[in-house]
């Protein structure tokens, strides 16, 4: 088992930033791709972030591109998600996640092995 806990949510202004960590712990990882979620209500849940545990590579949605960067500080274990330039339409509550099968890219919610509990964005204009 892995367990996913986030943290870094919050109340924005629209333009402003904030930073969401995932701290994984349980069974190795380290091949798992980790990834970033969010779903707004009334919407379904949509990827936002992949990176690899092991080789960081990394992919965004198009959305968020040239406003949010996915990193990880490994000896933490620990996957965080900067978001600059916050828009109205990014509030919504922001999942970890963690695939162990995947080999990168944009990830598929449906094939996902473990969910954190999430937490709330909201960005206000």
């Known amino acids: 088992q892995v367990q996913l806990v986030e943290s870094g949510g919050g109340l924005v202004q629209a333009g402003g930033s904030l930073r969401l960590s995932c701290a994984a712990s349980?069974?190795?990882?380290?091949?798992?791709?980790m990834g970033w979620f969010r779903q707004a209500p009334g919407k379904e849940r949509e990827f936002v972030a992949s990176?690899?545990?092991?080789?960081?590579?990394?992919a965004l949605a198009d959305s968020v591109k040239g406003r949010f960067t996915i990193s990880r500080d490994n000896a933490k274990n620990t996957i965080y998600l900067q978001m600059n330039s916050l828009k109205d339409e990014d509030t919504a509550v922001y999942y970890c996640?963690?695939?162990?099968?995947?080999?990168?890219?944009?990830?598929?919610?449906?094939?996902?092995?473990?969910w954190g509990q999430g937490t709330q964005v909201t960005v206000s204009s």
């Open positions: 349980g069974r190795t990882f380290s091949w798992y791709y």
């Open positions: 990176i690899g545990w092991s080789n960081g590579r990394s």
């Open positions: 996640a963690a695939d162990q099968y995947s080999r990168g890219g944009i990830l598929s919610p449906r094939e996902i092995d473990y």
